[in-house]
């Protein structure tokens, strides 16, 4: 378990890197929705499949590589919609209460994996992924997310 874990965590870092440049060459929005579609799919693998011991390391890079990797887009994302003056703030706000709600997770998963299994308990955390894609995707409309008008001025 340990050498998966370390696993997941190097290709996060691997990948946040990557999905960094991504992120400065194309919409932000769209990189995000796809890390967190494919760490649905990832996580959807481990819950209902049953995985040699190459593709269970394979499912826990690719869910360790999509869900860190979704952090480059979601930082530019922050700084497109704060203010110069708020966006400390705004990071502040939204790395808290990720914290907070992330911090439940492991005994909720650790209780469900306990009463149903740890390949069960894994469908929970790919609902969280596919509800994580789905909010993240409400910002590709316009009714949702308004660019930001350009100043000339700035410019």
Do not use: C, K
């Not at 960094?20 to 959807?44: C, E, I, K, N, Q």
């Amino acid at each position: 378990a340990n050498g998966y874990f370390s696993a997941l965590l190097l290709t996060a870092a691997i990948v946040q890197l990557v999905a960094g440049g991504l992120t400065d060459r194309s919409d932000h929005r769209r990189v995000l929705v796809g890390m967190f579609v494919l760490a649905t799919v990832a996580l959807a693998a481990l819950s209902f499949l049953r995985l040699s011991p190459l593709a269970l390391l394979v499912a826990f890079a690719v869910v360790g590589g999509s869900i860190w990797g979704s952090n480059p887009a979601r930082d530019a994302l922050v700084s497109e919609i704060s203010t110069p003056e708020s966006e400390g703030r705004v990071f502040g706000y939204l790395w808290t209460f990720s914290q907070v709600v992330s911090s439940f997770a492991p005994a909720v998963i650790g209780y469900l994996a306990g009463r149903y299994g740890i390949q069960d308990s894994f469908q929970y955390l790919a609902l969280a992924a596919l509800l994580a894609a789905g909010a993240a995707a409400t910002l590709l409309s316009p009714r949702v997310y308004r660019e930001r008008a350009s100043d000339p001025a700035v410019d």
